[in-house]
């Protein structure tokens, strides 16, 4: 499963590329180029999905989407290492940034049986 992510206002653009087995995401990569919150945040997505089931994926984003847009508090969400970017909610500008990844993550998953 494979999904691009593009951002014009700023140049971001990535490739996320994974692959799912009886609902669990094996293996998942990224290619692409961005500013260092949207490399960093699709690099750390990697590392916290990979191994885990599908739904474990989409909660994973919807907490850290939460975070990001002040739905919800960083110590509640249960990020792991993804706090670290956190941060990140008090530059409105760069949140697109950081959920680029994610975003392309979930519809690559949009394709998954």
């Given at each position: ?49 990979r191994g885990h089931d ?29 706090i670290s970017l956190a ?27």
């Amino acid at each position: 499963h494979q999904a691009r992510g593009q951002n014009p206002s700023c140049g971001d653009d990535l490739q996320v590329m994974l692959n799912v087995v009886q609902g669990q995401v094996q293996d998942i990569r990224f290619s692409g180029q961005g500013c260092a919150i949207c490399m960093a945040s699709a690099s750390m997505m990697t590392e916290a999905v990979r191994g885990h089931d599908v739904a474990v994926a989409q909660q994973l984003h919807q907490r850290f989407r939460a975070v990001l847009t002040g739905e919800l508090e960083p110590d509640a969400a249960q990020l792991g290492k993804l706090i670290s970017l956190a941060g990140v909610r008090r530059y409105p500008g760069r949140i697109k940034c950081a959920l680029l990844g994610w975003h392309a993550l979930m519809h690559a998953l949009g394709d998954t049986p």
